[in-house]
């Protein structure tokens, strides 16, 4: 408590945006490590059922278990059984409109957090520049300096420097793993959208 009450005190008025940072980056990056998992997007289990179901039921069957379910891959899927009656290329549209209304969701905010680690640097460096210049400005009022006199500049500057970069670093790690899982997503619900389409438009010519 101490350490936290220290850091508030000796830090400055800088360390009050950065933290607000640290709050927003954790909760995106957390909100994002729930939504962007393969079992709650493409789940087995589904898949499985609806390749099942069209082969043996057919595709109003399929329409059905694909609106009881509310993966990514169960939307598309949906999409898919509902335009079922059309040319494959307008299917095909159906299921990318799908594919990129789930993308949009799937995206949201994880630039976000390249935002907040750049903003980290940016304020940490912002608080490093302001405590130098109390230390400047001791300097230039003063014929013998005392190090206690400098001391709140200097702490000022290593308190929002060490922070933001404490901030920014765990951020832009954030970033680079949950772009790279949504990525990893989005090409698989692409795959299975080509598979959909393959399996849908073979029945729906029967």
């Known amino acids: 408590m101490d350490a936290i009450i220290d ?60 609106a009881s379910n509310d993966s990514a891959v169960a939307k598309i899927a949906l999409a898919a059984a509902q335009n079922s009656g059309k040319s494959k290329a307008e299917m095909e549209e159906a299921i990318e409109a799908a594919g990129k209304a789930e993308a949009q969701g799937l ?16 304020i940490g460096l912002l608080g490093t520049i302001s405590g130098m210049i109390k230390v400047f400005a001791v300097i230039s009022e003063k014929d013998i300096v005392d190090p206690p006199s400098l001391a709140g500049g200097i702490s000022e500057a290593l308190y929002t420097t060490a922070l933001g970069l404490t901030i920014a670093i765990p951020a832009l ?17 692409e795959d299975e959208g080509k598979k959909i389409l393959e399996t849908f438009s073979a029945k729906a010519s029967l």
């Open 7 to 66: 850091l508030f005190t000796k830090g400055g008025i800088y360390i009050f945006p950065l933290i607000l940072c640290s709050i927003f980056g954790l909760a995106i990056f957390l909100q994002k490590l729930h939504l962007l998992q393969r079992k709650k997007l493409l789940p087995e289990e589904f898949l499985s059922s609806l390749y099942k179901t069209v082969e043996t039921k057919g595709l109003e069957e399929a329409k059905s278990l694909s």
């Open 107 to 122: 995206e949201k905010y994880i630039e976000t957090l390249l935002t907040i680690s750049s903003i980290s640097t940016l």
């Open 173 to 189: 790690i954030a970033y680079k793993y949950t772009d790279g899982k949504f990525k990893e997503i989005i090409s698989e619900l």
